[in-house]
């Protein structure tokens, strides 16, 4: 059973910067795709960021150039890395991983086509 675990969420002002970490058992993310997620209240959830085996990067237009996703295979951790951060930001931010999707298009790794899914971190960014 993969157990995945976010940390590092809180609240921030407008401009200000967090680090989302994500670590998991039993799996390990140098095997597959990982993403970041995040939901609001009302709103459907949305990939925020993702990143392939081989390390390719993709990222929501909305964060784009504010936002970077890594990993640190050694210590199993995924990381988003959030700049310049906006009131909009605000959500509950999950970390995913399991790709389930068409592996053939890229952008489908910010489709919440994961098997496996953490419990979520909260951000809030006020302005």
């Known amino acids: 059973q993969v157990h995945l675990v976010e940390s590092g969420g809180g609240s921030v002002e407008a401009g200000g910067s967090l680090r989302l970490s994500c670590a998991a058992s039993?799996?390990?993310?140098?095997?597959?795709?990982m993403a970041w997620f995040r939901q609001s209240p009302g709103n459907v959830r949305e990939g925020v960021a993702a990143?392939?085996?081989?390390?390719?990067?993709f990222y929501a237009d909305s964060v784009t150039g504010r936002f970077t996703i890594s990993k640190d295979n050694a210590q199993n951790l995924l990381y988003l890395q959030m700049n310049a951060l906006k009131p909009e930001d605000t959500a509950m931010y999950y970390c995913?991983?399991?790709?389930?999707?068409?592996?053939?298009?890229?952008?489908?790794?910010?489709?919440?086509?994961?098997?496996?899914w953490g419990q979520g971190t909260q951000v809030t960014v006020s302005s």
């Open positions: 995913a991983t399991g790709f389930r999707g068409d592996a053939a298009r890229g952008g489908a790794r910010l489709d919440p086509a994961y098997a496996y």
């Open positions: 039993e799996y390990t993310f140098s095997s597959g795709s």
């Open positions: 990143m392939t085996y081989y390390g390719s990067t």
